[in-house]
């Protein structure tokens, strides 16, 4: 069985901050997901990415994939309000029909 | 494109009762994937189909859970004789199920379960 882990769980900042989310597995994926959820909502994807070393910046966050397409981190530069939201990291399996997910980051940016 | 909804948003039942919850994918889209969130968890797969053909279904959480999805459109999950330990929000996504590692899945606003 695949598994993601991430973290940390939880994450309170100011206004302005930087953060780092990180996901990490023992297991391969074929690609790595990014999604944003919020309360009584369905994941948002945010990015994906394929490559191993793969950086991709979407304004202020950035997504890297590890080098051997285990671990994914997602950097938030000067954070803001708007950026609170839980975070989640999926994995693709090979045959390309199954996510799983880690157990999310919960963000919240205070004013 | 319309986006991915799901009926009801919030269903109470209580102990024991039978409860469907629809899906209806983007227009076009083969694939359509149910998934399962607990609270403070990641959503986990249960079922897929590519077209009106179930393909993965060993991740069904028990011989309660069974979906359909007749006409290769729209989808319906059912639960049998729920127990208090199935509330939770069942989310519907669809993809256009490309041969592609990026065969992006689009997820519906879920169907959030509580069982009394």
């Known amino acids: 069985t695949q598994l993601l882990e991430q973290s940390p769980q939880f994450l309170s900042i100011q206004e302005g901050e930087n953060l780092t989310v990180y996901c990490n597995s023992s297991?391969?994926?074929?690609?790595l997901q990014w999604y944003r959820q919020e309360p009584g909502e369905g994941p948002v994807l945010l990015v994906t990415v394929v490559t191993g070393g793969e950086v991709k910046k979407l304004k202020r966050l950035t997504f890297q994939f590890g080098d051997a397409r285990k671990d994914s981190s997602l950097h938030i530069t000067a954070a803001q309000p708007g950026d609170t939201g839980l975070y989640l990291c999926?994995?693709?399996?090979?045959?390309?029909?199954?996510?799983?997910f880690g157990g999310g980051t919960r963000l919240m940016v205070k004013p | 494109d319309t986006g991915v909804s799901q009926d009801p948003r919030h269903k109470i039942t209580k102990r024991g009762q039978n409860v469907t919850f629809r899906c209806d994918p983007i227009s076009e889209h083969n694939r359509l994937y149910w998934y399962r969130q607990t609270l403070g968890q990641g959503p986990e797969f249960l079922t897929y189909f590519q077209n009106e053909a179930q393909l993965e279904k060993s991740r069904l959480l028990s011989d309660r859970f069974s979906a359909e999805r007749p006409k290769g459109s729209f989808s319906t999950l059912e639960i049998q004789r729920t127990e208090q330990g199935d509330s939770a929000m069942y989310l519907c996504a669809s993809s256009r199920g490309l041969a592609s590692i990026t065969d992006t899945q689009y997820f519906g606003p879920g169907t959030r379960l509580t069982v009394l």
């Open positions: 999926a994995g693709r399996n090979n045959a390309g029909n199954m996510l799983t």
């Open positions: 297991s391969v994926f074929s690609s």
